[in-house]
């Protein structure tokens, strides 16, 4: 099911301060990342990345999720800690026309003398929160026996 983003995802996604990493699986299921700043958010609450390079591991898995709807990872860190996973799918692979050319025009002005291979639509499915301290909170809250022993014994 497909959820809409926030408005602090989208001003995370828009940010040149967030790390944007994007995660796939490979033909024999092995996880693969990227760290990229070609991480968008795009209309309808939808997400897009832009893969410079044909032949790409990421691209050959992107290819791969799309034909066995097979579900990728972002995960975003913001520069003062907050931290996020999004779940998705892709669900359009864009290579020819106005689309395509407003971003290649813009990688290209950004980048230099690159290509542009495809802009890949994400649909959100899942959003969770992944900065500690809001994790360590819930994890204390909903599983207060999950401690190490040497935090609990008594002090002689």
């Known amino acids: 099911m497909s959820i809409k983003l926030d408005n602090e995802i989208t001003q995370l996604l828009e940010s040149n301060n967030t790390v944007k990493a994007l995660a796939t699986i490979g ?43 097979k579900e990728i990872s972002l995960g975003i860190k913001a520069g003062n800690g907050r931290s996020h996973q999004i779940r998705g799918r892709i669900v359009k692979s864009v290579i020819a026309g106005k689309v395509f050319q407003k971003y290649y025009k813009s990688v290209r002005e950004k980048l230099g003398d690159v290509d542009l291979s495809a802009v890949w639509v994400i649909e959100p499915q899942e959003i969770s929160n992944e900065t500690f301290e809001d994790r360590k909170k819930y994890e204390e809250t909903y599983h207060p026996f999950f401690k190490h022993l040497d935090r609990i014994a008594k002090k002689q």
Request: glycine letters at 6%; aromatic letters at 14%; hydrophobic letters at 35%.
């Open 27 to 69: 033909g024999h299921g092995e996880p693969y990342v990227i760290i990229s700043d070609l991480i968008y958010p795009y209309e309808d609450g939808k997400i897009i990345f832009l893969e410079l390079l044909e032949s790409s591991n990421t691209n050959n898995n992107l290819v791969r999720s799309i034909w066995f709807d």
